[in-house]
């Protein structure tokens, strides 16, 4: 049998900036409605810069979700392959931890382990700054960014599967305000 | 005089502006600014205690393990909770195997390359450079085979018209010095560590179930279940797995890392003379032993004024000289007011106005220690090590001398520390004594499960009222303090003063600059156009800035700039 290579879908964004959670919030939905074969993880990574590196390596596909700048209305879902996100130069670095995808990419491809395919489902955001929570344009896009990448894993044969009982999302970073702490009687 | 702006408007982390005057081929004044707003220690306020580890390990994508061990231990502090030794000796684990991934991809691939020209490397004769890596190392992966298919490899890129990740270096630059063979084996030695770094890595996501972000941690201990023969827990298997990594990092840190800093330090020895800028610096003491945080394996402390011999330790995770003495400033910063105050008091209101370096002008603050600036980081690690004695770390900083020394041909003592490639070797020195500890410590951690206990967890308890609570982690940047304020079981304040606000920050109210700002000056400028040399001091401290956010831009409108006024 011939080894499956790893297929990897990956949630960017930090959970703390409202729209920029918008890639681990995919993760959340699609990990609350669907099940996946071996071989197909699905990971919220956080906003890794060069760490990203291990996660793209030696992957036969990596999906990543992300938001993403262009001009087009907030919750406008884009696409983009490898040539877009790997065809510019790396910038000239300034802070150590400047370098991002495209230069994992690049170190990869030096090291002869890049993925062989790597795509990106990008959603606009509305506004990126300190919040636990998505604008309603970009929670509306959620559902339709795990869509695409639901419909990309299942055109490369590792179609995932709904659950028998599906549950909503809840990503901890928008319920865990709720609590109950019992306090000791000591002062 | 001509004013260089190092300004990135990129898309991910840094977000950090450099200005400099620059006259007579020297920078004459520098001022370092933070572009972008934090203040996310706000979302915390309301919430479960129990819960801010998870939150504050997003503060920055890349120091994520930092953040969590930090919060820990400050709600531990508020409440007074000891925590078992088998908890202890799995988050030094994690802690040791962060910091020498962290270390290896600092070196290796994000500051090298100011130093190495990888054009160059393609004119080095493989042969020779194999006999000189030999000379020097044992390191299995020197060969002459291995070094010619590395130049091959590079060889390609540029002959495809491409050089990948290298484009935008400083190739050719007039400050570049190493011989092509030299430039070849650093080279070799990126592609090897990229290997290492990811393999050091699994260390952390056996342990912490996943990195970025782990998942392993309680207020009160870890939730890795130990049963030495059950499949789901922390058992013989996995214990195992980690020896194995830790044996394979020794290696290559001791046998490549040591080597190649070494060399690079005495091959421009020059930089041992430039970028001091501060010279009081600050550590805390790391890797608990007890369940109390009494004693250490890595000391902590203070230093002023370059004065080795008047260091003052820090003893314990409740030592009142560090709760004390730490304030922050915003006398320059985009924040409302002028004040300086403890963290527990502070208070977090923007207030953005324009930059201006005589008023305001950065969104970091300026924390001190009794009033002082302090530069934090594996400088001051070492630097505090050595004052202290501490074994291993002198051990290998003086071998560190010594090998530079033999390279650059000349004597070297430790004051040569305090410099830009004094930053890097220092950083090395301490990856080298964390590699030694790493294997004592799961040493510990085997014999003391070996002994029967398998204790990891001590339920909190929140009292009614008000409790205060500090924790300090010794991170790869330097000195990260958290502290909390807790009332009824909730946060009611919350601040993180973290190693790159020590660092990075800006003048305070006594117009005393900050350690970016003081190393800048006097380094040399060669061409205001390709400022490679600030950025080599700027490197030199590992910056890691926002802590916060990115948004991926394909469509590339982002441009970082270089401007020279």
């Not at chain 2, 890795?224 to 058992?235: K, M, P, R, S, V």
């Not at chain 2, 214990?239 to 005495?266: H, P, S, T, W």
């Not at chain 2, 085997?446 to 009222?465: C, L, R």
């Not at chain 2, 394909?554 to 441009?559: A, N």
Request: glycine content about 8%; charged content about 20%; proline content about 7%.
């Amino acid at each position: 049998m011939e080894t499956l290579q790893p297929v990897r879908v990956l949630g960017l964004g930090n959970v703390l900036m409202g729209d920029d959670a918008l890639g681990p919030w995919v993760v959340e939905a699609l990990l609350a409605g669907w099940e996946f074969p071996e071989g197909v993880s699905v990971v919220d990574v956080g906003t890794p810069g060069l760490d990203l590196t291990p996660f793209l390596a030696d992957a036969d596909a990596v999906i990543l979700v992300d938001t993403v700048k262009a001009a087009a209305p907030p919750g406008t879902l884009l696409v983009y392959g490898r040539r877009e996100l790997a065809g510019r130069s790396p910038l000239p670095r300034v802070s150590p931890h400047d370098p991002g995808l495209t230069e994992a990419l690049f170190t990869l491809e030096l090291a002869g382990a890049a993925p062989h395919d790597i795509v990106l489902v990008g959603v606009v955001p509305e506004k990126v700054e300190k919040a636990v929570r998505l604008s309603p344009a970009v929670r509306r896009a959620v559902d339709a960014a795990a869509k695409e990448v639901v419909r990309r894993l299942s055109a490369m044969g590792v179609a995932p599967w709904p659950r028998a009982r599906a549950a909503a999302p809840a990503p901890w970073w928008e319920s865990a305000a709720d609590f109950r702490i019992e306090l000791s009687a000591r002062a | 005089m001509t004013r260089i702006v190092v300004d990135p408007v990129t898309r991910i982390e840094g977000h950090l502006r450099i200005d400099c005057e620059v006259d007579g081929g020297k920078v004459q004044k520098a001022w370092s600014s933070g572009q972008m707003y934090r203040g996310i220690e706000t979302i915390l306020l309301g919430r479960d205690p129990r819960d801010a580890w998870i939150f504050t390990q997003r503060f920055c994508g890349v120091c994520t393990t930092v953040h969590a061990i930090a919060s820990v231990r400050t709600v531990e502090n508020a409440l007074g909770l000891e925590i078992p030794l088998n908890a202890q000796y799995i988050r030094n684990l994690i802690v040791m195997a962060h910091a020498m991934h962290d270390h290896i991809v600092h070196f290796y691939q994000l500051s090298a390359l100011d130093w190495v020209d990888v054009v160059s490397a393609l004119k080095a004769d493989p042969a020779k450079a194999s006999a000189l890596a030999n000379s020097l190392s044992p390191w299995p992966g020197n060969s002459k085979e291995q070094l010619k298919a590395v130049q091959d490899k590079v060889k390609n890129y540029v002959e495809a018209g491409q050089l990948g990740i290298f484009t935008n270096g400083y190739w050719g630059h007039p400050a570049m010095k190493l011989p092509p063979e030299v430039n070849l084996l650093a080279v070799a030695h990126y592609l090897q560590a990229l290997d290492y770094q990811r393999r050091v890595n699994q260390v952390v996501t056996i342990l912490g179930s996943k990195t970025p972000n782990i998942q392993n941690l309680a207020v009160g201990g870890v939730a890795n279940a130990i049963n030495l023969d059950n499949e789901a827990t922390l058992n013989m298997n996995r214990l195992f797995r980690v020896k194995d990594i830790l044996d394979e990092m020794n290696a290559f840190i001791q046998q490549v890392y040591f080597v190649d800093v070494c060399a690079i330090a005495g091959m421009y020895p020059d930089w041992l003379g430039y970028g001091a800028g501060v010279t009081n610096y600050l550590a805390v003491p790391d890797l608990p032993l007890d369940t109390k945080g009494t004693k250490f394996d890595l000391p902590g402390g203070t230093i002023f004024n370059g004065d080795l011999a008047g260091v003052k330790e820090i003893k314990t995770f409740q030592d009142p000289y560090f709760k004390e003495n730490v304030t922050e400033s915003i006398a320059h910063s985009w924040y409302d007011g002028e004040w300086s105050k403890h963290p527990y008091e502070e208070e977090t209101v923007p207030k953005y106005t324009k930059f201006d370096d005589s008023k305001k002008y950065s969104w970091v603050k300026s924390p001190r220690f009794q009033g002082k600036v302090m530069q934090v980081g594996p400088l001051a690690q070492v630097l505090v090590g050595f004052a202290l004695g501490h074994e291993p770390t002198k051990r290998w900083a003086v071998k560190t001398l010594e090998t530079a020394g033999a390279v650059a041909k000349t004597k070297l003592s430790p004051a040569v520390l305090h410099s830009t490639l004094g930053r890097h070797a220092a950083r090395m020195i301490r990856t080298c004594v964390i590699s030694e500890l790493a294997l004592k410590h799961w040493g510990l951690l085997a014999e003391n499960i070996g002994k029967g206990d398998t204790a990891i967890f001590n339920q909190p308890v929140f009292p009614k009222g008000e409790q205060r609570g500090f924790g300090f982690h010794e991170a790869p940047r330097g000195t990260l303090s958290h502290w909390v304020v807790i009332e009824d079981g909730k946060i009611k304040n919350y601040q993180a003063v973290v190693p790159s606000t020590w660092n990075a920050g800006p003048r305070d109210e006594k117009n005393q600059p900050g350690p970016y700002e003081a190393s800048l000056v006097g380094n040399p400028v060669a061409n205001a156009g390709l400022p490679l040399e600030v950025l080599r001091t700027v490197h030199s401290f590992d910056p890691c800035l926002a802590c916060a956010i990115h948004t991926l831009d394909p469509e590339g409108r982002e441009i970082a700039t270089v401007r020279a006024l």
